[in-house]
């Protein structure tokens, strides 16, 4: 197996690939992970709810998606991209609003209730702010577009 991508949290790195049938995995100490729930455990993702939101969004998300670490900073460069986008008129230049606005005032850490983990991630290629919502008993992660500004 080769990955695709990776990334490192503290001293830890989780590769992200595929295996020979093409199923998803992550890579964690050199050990193939084909049921998250092993790799959490396997990990110690369970301790820190904030490492545990970033490796959720790095695989389930396919490396398409970057977990918001910073909301605060988030909120104020994504209303600046807004506001500045707003005042271009070029209409063949790519803009932030060209996906839509969505309102971030729900914009929070992570929070972990009922078996369920809720956080936030944004597009890479967008810049577009999800809801995450992974389900710990069925291990299903939903990526869920915010609410139109």
Not at 5 to 30: P, Q
Not at 34 to 47: Q, W
Not at 84 to 90: A, G, L
Request: net charge negative; with cysteine; charged share 30%.
């Amino acid at each position: 197996m080769e990955a695709i991508s990776s990334i490192t949290i503290g001293e830890d790195k989780f590769e992200l690939g595929y295996s020979s049938d093409r199923a998803l995995l992550v890579i964690y100490n050199g050990r193939e992970y084909h049921a998250f729930s092993d790799l959490v455990e396997a990990a110690g993702l369970g301790k820190d709810i904030n490492n545990l939101a970033q490796v959720i969004c790095f695989a389930h998300g396919e490396n398409n998606y970057r977990f918001i670490t910073d909301i605060p900073l988030f909120k104020t460069e994504y209303e600046s991209k807004i506001n500045k986008d707003k005042s271009v008129t070029d209409i063949e230049t790519p803009k932030s609003t060209s996906w839509g606005t969505y309102d971030i005032s729900e914009l929070s850490a992570p929070s972990k209730k009922e078996g369920e983990l809720t956080f936030y991630a944004e597009n890479k290629a967008t810049g577009v702010p999800y809801r995450v919502r992974w389900e710990e008993n069925t291990g299903r992660c939903f990526f869920e577009l915010l609410k139109s500004a």
